[in-house]
């Protein structure tokens, strides 16, 4: 199997991790621009597309803002895409997206939140409960998510990367969707006004609207404490999770409960990709570059 990665920071090497423990023998490329690049072990360094031929598929983990071009340079490939989320930082997309579609290609946008366990369970248990509230909370401090790094600097912080809480954290809007559909209607606030200093938001509120019920959902950069929580209020009882402790609880009581961590969650992912997407499948599942791009639309569009 030949894999080529564009962008070969920290979300890549986790990704490469997963691909090594599923397909040891895999050869992997990483498209770089600069001949200076450092040489990761394991990983074959490019510097123009035609120096690789037969790609079973592509990671794109570059910055979001280069998304755009990234997919159309391969478009000529007609390989599978794997797409770091974000899809894509602005909505401008609809021909590209419509182009995929066109060529056949297979594509999935990564939130691998849909593969912890405790989300997991809950898609199964809260089947035929009658929901009548939901709150999202995701609250962490952005200068802690890459020690030795300069917050500042790296896309999360900066607006015109196409970074900013609303969009960085689009995982909680993603299982959602996963867990209740689409809303028929979301209304949102964005703020920076933090001690952070930071040009992209840092504080993001959304309020999602479905037929029976509204869920909440509260995003922050700045949160010392990390927390990370999902609460679905039916009308037999109330069902917690502690996306961090990978636990559920209903009524207070303790129902489920993983020593997966979030960093666990690379491989079946990797492991949905190759056996569902990467084939074709019928059975592919979900989160296609369609679907991505809906989603994005709750984040951005006015």
């Known amino acids: 199997m030949k894999i080529l990665f564009v962008g070969l920071g920290a979300i890549a090497r986790k990704h490469i991790k997963a691909i090594r423990q599923i397909v040891p023998d895999a050869v992997i490329y990483a498209l770089r621009r600069n001949r200076l690049s450092t040489i ?16 079973d598929f592509v990671i794109i983990s570059n910055p979001t803002s280069e998304h755009e071009s990234t997919i159309r340079t391969l478009l000529h490939l007609n390989v599978p895409l794997f797409i770091e989320k974000p899809l894509f930082h602005n909505l401008n997309q609809d021909k590209l997206v419509q182009s995929v579609l066109d060529k056949g290609i297979s594509t999935y946008v990564a939130c691998n939140l849909r593969f912890l366990d405790c989300l997991v369970f809950v898609h199964k248990f809260i089947k035929g409960k009658r929901v009548n509230e939901v ?118 009581e303790l129902i489920f409960s993983s020593k997966q961590t979030i960093v666990d969650t690379y491989q079946p992912q990797m492991e949905f990709f190759i056996q569902n997407v990467m084939q074709r499948s019928k059975e592919k599942g979900f989160n296609d570059i369609v679907e991505a791009y809906n989603i994005l639309k709750i984040c951005l569009e006015d």
């Open 135 to 252: 709150n999202v909370y995701c609250g962490s401090y952005l200068p802690n998510w890459r020690p030795n790094v300069d917050f500042r600097k790296v896309y999360s912080a900066n607006k015109e990367m196409g970074g900013g809480v609303h969009i960085d954290l689009i995982h909680e809007i993603d299982y959602l969707v996963w867990l209740f559909g689409f809303p028929k209607l979301t209304k949102k606030e964005f703020s920076n006004v933090s001690s952070l200093n930071i040009s992209a938001y840092d504080y993001a509120n959304y309020l999602m609207l479905y037929d029976d019920f509204a869920a909440n959902i509260v995003l922050n950069y700045y949160r010392r404490s990390p927390r990370r929580s999902l609460e679905i209020i039916c009308e037999e009882g109330e069902c917690t999770v502690d996306l961090l402790k990978n636990e559920v609880r209903w009524n207070g």
């Open 40 to 55: 990761e072990e394991g990983v074959v360094n490019v510097f123009d597309l035609g120096e690789v031929s037969e790609i």
